[in-house]
């Protein structure tokens, strides 16, 4: 009955809140264009369906990325896919990826559909999935029984719970809770997941691992990233990428920056290069403009480089002290020219990001002190020596200057053994399915 009532009110806001979501989708718009474009895929209106597709739900552009190497893996199955998505990152990233596959009219990648049992009646029409894998662990109550009044089994893929927001949603009427066990089933990180995630209710649950780390590494950007290396003038200094910096973190990785360089310079040692990659391109601009206020010398990605050909980059620079790595889709390269990585978001209380990408080309990782976000795969890589997480500024310096730097051989190992969770997927995606209808 809680339940009910809770559906029906949810029903009632988001109706309510039409006018308010537009306007953000407009207000957005007016620094991305993307937000307000194809604005009738949002409610439930989609011009080119493909029925029988398998529906991957991946709201952002990190959850595209975990859902990259499973999609490839669907398609060469001889699947056809869609995939919905809310923000325009994640999209244009779906289609650089899979562009082959779309203009082949294998994939279509689209808006997921507003909150509403009608548009999301639209969406099931267009593509009548016969089954749906909702990235990471997005909860969204109209998507979830939408899809079962549809038949569709729906299925949590690459899931994890953390213990934050275990302990947040075990309060008061554990609404969240009763969504997650509208779920045909989980698809779930680690044993520890299992075991959360069946404490709540949710049933027909298989441990499967962490899909990004079975994402294809694309080579033309790791030669790209090295080339830009010696390029810029760096091959003789160390290099540190920071990989997803997030608002509310700048501070501290400047105050790292500089204990760096004064200790390199105590030592008589080259300037080291920071990599600095900002989470949001809307940021893009306001940390260019920042870093060079705080006086340090930027170069821009935007600038030099028309494409990742390094024929066509032009004379080589004067090494400055930040590379702004302002491009989107490029990561891999940024990651491959660095020494050590810091992943963003562990300074915030929204948590780290994802450390897989770093670790399998063989990057030793720093975070700051949340990592409850990512607790698989952190505690474990922690636990193997490959990956440490600091409490601030002063602990990341120390960090730095101490030379936090695993052997390539103690990371690749950790890797090796991580992997398999798209193999692991493939074959219990119809187990569940096939538990769940009976």
Not at 50 to 77: F, K, M, N, Q, T
Request: proline content about 7%; aromatic content about 10%.
């Amino acid at each position: 009955m809680t339940l009910r009532l809770f559906l029906w009110l949810w029903a009632a806001l988001w109706h309510l809140g039409l006018p308010l979501v537009l306007f953000y989708l407009w207000q957005r718009g007016r620094k991305d264009p993307d937000y307000s474009a194809h604005l009738a895929e949002r409610f439930g209106r989609y011009p080119a369906p493909l029925p029988g597709a398998v529906w991957v739900h991946a709201v952002s552009l990190g959850e595209l990325r975990s859902a990259v190497p499973l999609i490839r893996a669907l398609l060469d199955r001889g699947e056809r896919i869609v995939t919905t998505l809310f923000t325009p990152a994640g999209r244009r990233e779906a289609e650089r990826v899979f562009a082959a596959d779309i203009t082949a009219g294998r994939m279509r990648v689209v808006w997921v559909p507003l909150e509403t049992s009608w548009a999301f009646a639209g969406f099931f029409r267009a593509y009548r999935p016969r089954y749906g894998l909702v990235m990471e662990i997005e909860i969204w109550p109209r998507m979830v029984f939408a899809a079962r009044a549809a038949g569709v089994p729906l299925l949590m893929c690459n899931a994890q719970y953390p213990s934050r927001a275990l302990a947040r949603d075990s309060k008061g009427w554990r609404l969240r809770q009763a969504v997650m066990r509208g779920f045909a089933g989980a698809l779930v990180k680690s044993d520890l997941q299992a075991r959360r995630f069946a404490s709540v209710g949710v049933r027909n649950i298989a441990v499967t691992g962490e899909l990004r780390f079975d994402q294809p590494v694309p080579p033309a950007q790791v030669a790209a990233g090295l080339a830009a290396r010696a390029w810029i003038g760096a091959s003789e200094r160390r290099v540190i990428t920071i990989a997803s910096a997030v608002e509310g973190e700048d501070a501290t990785y400047l105050q790292a920056i500089r204990a760096l360089r004064a200790d390199h310079a105590a030592k008589a040692l080259p300037m080291p290069l920071f990599v600095y990659v900002p989470r949001r391109p809307e940021r893009f601009d306001d940390v260019a403009q920042h870093l060079v206020a705080e006086g340090f010398s930027v170069l821009r990605r935007s600038v030099v480089w028309p494409s990742l050909d390094p024929m066509g980059w032009g004379p080589k620079p004067a090494c400055p002290d930040i590379f702004l790595g302002d491009s989107l889709g490029e990561m891999y390269a940024y990651l491959a020219m660095a020494d050590q990585v810091i992943v963003g978001g562990g300074f915030t209380a929204k948590g780290a990001h994802n450390i897989s990408e770093a670790l399998v080309l063989g990057k030793p990782v720093l975070t700051g002190p949340q990592t409850w976000t990512i607790e698989y795969p952190f505690a474990e890589a922690e636990a193997a020596g490959v990956a440490l997480s600091v409490p601030d500024a002063d602990g990341l310096a120390q960090a730095l200057i101490g030379g936090f730097a695993p052997a390539p051989s103690q990371i690749a190992a950790f890797v090796q053994e991580s992997q398999g969770g798209v193999a692991r997927t493939l074959t219990a995606i119809p187990q569940l399915i096939a538990s769940a209808r009976r």
